[in-house]
């Protein structure tokens, strides 16, 4: 039995997967609205308009995971990149593996704790939602339009990840 260990989510450790999506001091802002608004500016790269495809907004109630969880498959969106952005500061699972053939030793967990989002790079793998202790409202950018976005891969070992506390 494979436990995959978990890693706090950092922009440096997330890079080679997409971007971590956080109003924090790291990112571009400014003042608009007449000084009562901050804006943090081009938080990621949505990538959808490929082969035709347009921006979809969408939002996903993710019912929460038990532990200890197993993980079977990973999934990946050839054509356009998935952002997740949670509606709370719930904490969450991210589960990784670079784009291209899939390698199952380099597949990486992150746990969320801090509200920040994650946008999937287009073909980056990645487990579906992982929604941890209540049901959970995440915002979704990701494509629409013309082509087949979606491809599944079973794993050829399960892997396990223990979740906060257990």
Not at 7 to 35: C, K, Y
């Amino acid at each position: 039995m494979k436990i995959l260990p978990l890693e706090p989510l950092t922009a440096e450790a997330f890079a080679p997967f997409g971007d971590v999506i956080r109003a924090d001091a790291g990112a571009r802002s400014w003042l608009i609205n007449q000084g009562s608004t901050v804006r943090y500016h081009d938080l990621a790269k949505i990538d959808t308009e490929s082969e035709g495809g347009r921006t979809l907004l969408n939002i996903f109630r993710g019912q929460p995971h038990k532990p200890p969880l197993q993980l079977r498959m990973l999934e990946r969106h050839p054509l356009g990149s998935q952002a997740f952005i949670p509606l709370s500061t719930r904490p969450y699972l991210v589960v990784v593996a670079p784009p291209g053939p899939l390698d199952e030793a380099l597949i990486r967990a992150f746990l969320v704790t801090d509200g920040s989002g994650v946008n999937y790079a287009r073909g980056c793998w990645h487990h579906p939602l992982l929604a941890l202790q209540d049901v959970s409202d995440f915002l979704v950018i990701d494509r629409g339009g013309p082509g087949h976005n979606l491809e599944e891969q079973s794993l050829q070992h399960p892997l396990w990840l223990e979740t906060p506390g257990h």
